[in-house]
């Protein structure tokens, strides 16, 4: 029997390496009008797209759906200027300059 050298430890770091390559943010343009379910937003924060979403409303009416939920599992959520910038855990949102 052949013996042979395997470094686990390359492997895991190249598996970790594609798998943040596959897991890479994307920023997504949206409308937040009520016609999209909540669910689908929350299902877009959860993989990792930060939303740049038009408010065509009642910020606060339209986002009533998923706001809790994206905080709670530690997304930020920004009101800026007739936009709601939703972004997924780990992806902050700098507001100094505002």
Do not use: C, Y
């Not at 050298?5 to 897991?23: F, G, P, S, W, Y």
């Amino acid at each position: 029997m052949t013996e042979f050298d395997l470094d686990l430890r390359a492997v895991e770091d190249q598996i970790d390496e594609e798998e943040r390559k596959e897991r890479e943010t994307r920023v997504e343009l949206g409308v937040l009008d009520g016609t999209t379910p909540a669910e689908e937003w929350v299902a877009a924060v959860e993989d990792d797209r930060l939303l740049v979403l038009s408010v065509d409303g009642d910020v606060n009416e339209r986002a009533a759906g998923f706001a809790r939920e994206v905080t709670e599992r530690g997304g930020e959520i920004v009101h800026f200027r007739g936009f709601l910038v939703v972004a997924p855990p780990d992806v902050g949102v700098d507001t100094d300059r505002l």
